[in-house]
């Protein structure tokens, strides 16, 4: 069975520094595994996916994602926290056969 | 591009009243995705939709929920009787290609329905 695990309610980080949020998957074929953005009262927004390829993948607003097969992991991450990156990440898997299924989201807060 | 849209934003209603939660997709998306959104539970697809038919509506919680999508421009779900637990945030989503499992989807800004 497919599964997506975000193993973090919430991730706090100071302003300037490094973030990561945590994704670790399971499936059994191929994965393809995005990871979203929803701002309050909004809806989600893409940042990035991994399809095949390079295993870094960079996307929107400076962030980028690793992929690690033998870890079964796409941590997301981005250099330097900005106040604006406050809100709730998903990570999600496509398996290509089934919906998708998404993490249960992971609520950043970056403090000034 | 307006990106989807949805109707209305905010929607309060009695217990047993009928609901109707309206969505238009970006123009040429070729799947529709209807999705609820709660604390508990979290994100969960109710159905979606692929060239205006419906493809796997497993995830329509009882019969009290229906979606219809008569063209490729709209798409409404309803709750017929609703209920203090159906409250949520209802989003549609919509997506591109035959490959649609390796692209994005693009999300509407979802309806946020209470049921008193």
């Known amino acids: 069975a497919q599964s997506v695990a975000q193993p973090e309610d919430q991730v706090n980080v100071a302003e300037g520094n490094p973030l990561t949020v945590k994704c670790t998957y399971s499936?059994?074929?191929?994965?393809?595994l995005f990871w979203y953005v929803q701002y309050p009262n909004r809806g989600l927004q893409f940042l990035l996916k991994y399809i095949t390829g390079d295993n870094l993948v960079k996307g929107s607003y400076g962030f980028e994602a690793e992929f690690n097969k033998s870890q079964t992991s796409f941590h997301l991450k981005k250099p330097s926290a900005l106040v604006s990156d406050s809100a709730l990440y998903f990570c999600v898997l496509n398996s290509g056969n089934t919906p998708l299924v998404f993490g249960k989201g992971t609520r950043l807060s970056v403090i000034a | 591009d307006a990106g989807v849209i949805q109707s209305p934003r905010h929607e309060v209603t009695e217990m047993g009243q009928e609901v109707t939660l309206r969505c238009k997709p970006i123009s040429g998306h070729d799947y529709l995705f209807w999705y609820r959104q709660t604390m508990m539970r979290g994100l969960e697809l109710l159905i979606y939709f692929n060239n205006n038919v419906p493809i796997d509506d497993s995830g329509m919680p009882e019969d009290r929920f229906s979606a219809k999508m008569p063209n490729a421009s709209f798409s409404t779900l309803k709750i017929q009787p609703s209920e203090p637990r159906d409250s949520a945030v209802y989003f549609c989503?919509?997506?591109?290609?035959?490959?649609?499992?390796?692209?994005?989807?693009?999300f509407g800004p979802g309806t946020r329905l209470t049921v008193l």
């Open positions: 989503a919509s997506s591109l290609g035959s490959y649609s499992r390796y692209n994005e989807q693009f």
């Open positions: 499936v059994s074929g191929n994965p393809y």
